[in-house]
């Protein structure tokens, strides 16, 4: 999926379950920012050209939608965020809606990482479905 499909699917997301728990605005620069950090391992993503430094060589060592879209990179990262709750939660919205959005496609990922299990979907990247989804996304926030 494209950059503003994650961001705007992860703000949903983010949005309800802020609504639940309470948190305040801080709470969307983080799910904001988690949303889109599973792509950092791509230097033609949105922050892989503003973060060459760290994507190339990420992209060089683990390649695209490998350790960067696993839960084996998620949960330690996630445990370790737990000091700081709201960051945690947002940790959560941001990185597991990118990797729901990324498994929908047919590039898949490989969500238990080392283990070569894919997860993939029918919908292409920047195709109908994906436009209806980022519809989606704008008509919910806008709603909800």
């Known amino acids: 999926m494209r950059f503003y499909t994650h961001l705007l699917f992860g703000l949903l997301i983010g949005k309800w379950i802020a609504s ?17 950090l599973p792509d950092i391992d791509e230097p033609h993503s ?45 940790f959560l919205c941001g990185t597991l809606s990118h990797l729901l959005l990324d498994g929908l496609t047919k590039e898949g990922i490989f969500p238990l990482y080392p283990l070569k299990w894919k997860l993939r979907g029918p919908f292409r990247t920047g195709g109908m479905v994906e436009h209806l989804l980022l519809a989606g996304c704008v008509f919910g926030l806008l709603l909800f």
């Open 20 to 36: 639940v728990l309470g948190f305040n605005w801080t709470f969307f620069l983080w799910v904001s920012l988690f949303s889109l």
């Open 46 to 90: 949105y922050l892989g050209r503003r973060l060459p430094f760290l994507s190339r060589p990420f992209q060089f060592f683990f390649g695209h939608r490998q350790l960067f879209h696993s839960l084996l990179l998620i949960v330690p990262v996630f445990l370790l965020l737990t000091f700081f709750p709201m960051v945690a939660v947002a």
